[in-house]
């Protein structure tokens, strides 16, 4: 038993654990690093990264972004269209082409041919056109043989891409149709060479 004289020499926390019935005194606090002293650092994770943007929603199946059209495959067209891309006279290989997939695609040609001259440093050259709701249109589009690397881009009047193709038609499987009437534009880019190339819409 301790006697009142002695508890005058029992210093204050050990009088708090024998009130409590004793045992082992209480481990001391960690210090600021977080890491006891002798131990080893815990494992730290790390925050989720934060910041990044919402995930774009998927655009309508065969259509690369655009609300006004949609494409419709077939593999008639497809192997209509199986000629290079690049030809001596273009503006030929673009007329051959066209007729040869007139039968399959039920489809005329809408306006003059385009022709033009582009170089790789050249900025991007644009056509308008103008189409109908309820109609199918597909381009052929040819180089000659100068150019060695070419694109040709359908965008709608949003500026949305409704199509996009090397060559020899646009889009190369298929047609694109429009649900509403637009004023579309047809891009043409040339990413490697000079020369001249030419163009000719088909509708049905």
């Excluded at 790390?46 to 655009?59: C, D, E, N, Q, W």
């Excluded at 077939?74 to 040869?100: F, H, M, T």
């Excluded at 103008?130 to 690397?149: G, I, L």
Aim: aromatic share 2%; hydrophobic share 40%; glycine share 10%.
């Amino acid at each position: 038993m301790i006697r009142r004289s002695m508890l005058a020499l029992i210093p204050a926390p050990a009088l708090i654990v024998a009130a409590c019935g004793g045992g082992k005194p209480p481990l001391p606090p960690l210090p600021a690093s977080g890491v006891p002293e002798g131990g080893t650092p815990a494992l730290v994770l790390s925050p989720p990264p934060s910041g990044l943007p919402p995930m774009a929603s998927m655009p309508p199946p065969g259509v690369a972004g655009s609300r006004k059209a949609r494409k419709k495959a077939d593999g008639a067209l497809y192997a209509c269209a199986s000629a290079k891309p690049a030809a001596k006279d273009p503006a030929e290989l673009v007329r051959r082409v066209g007729e040869a997939c007139a039968s399959a695609s039920k489809m005329k040609p809408l306006g003059a041919m385009i022709r033009a001259q582009q170089a790789d440093k050249d900025a991007h050259q644009e056509h308008k056109l103008r189409v109908e709701p309820n109609k199918c249109y597909r381009v052929v589009f040819a180089t000659d043989e100068n150019v060695r690397d070419a694109v040709i881009v359908m965008r709608d009047s949003a500026g949305d891409v409704v199509a996009e193709s090397p060559g020899v038609a646009l889009p190369e499987d298929g047609v694109v149709c429009f649900t509403t009437a637009d004023e579309v534009t047809l891009l043409v880019g040339i990413g490697a060479g000079k020369g001249a190339y030419a163009a000719q819409v088909w509708s049905d």
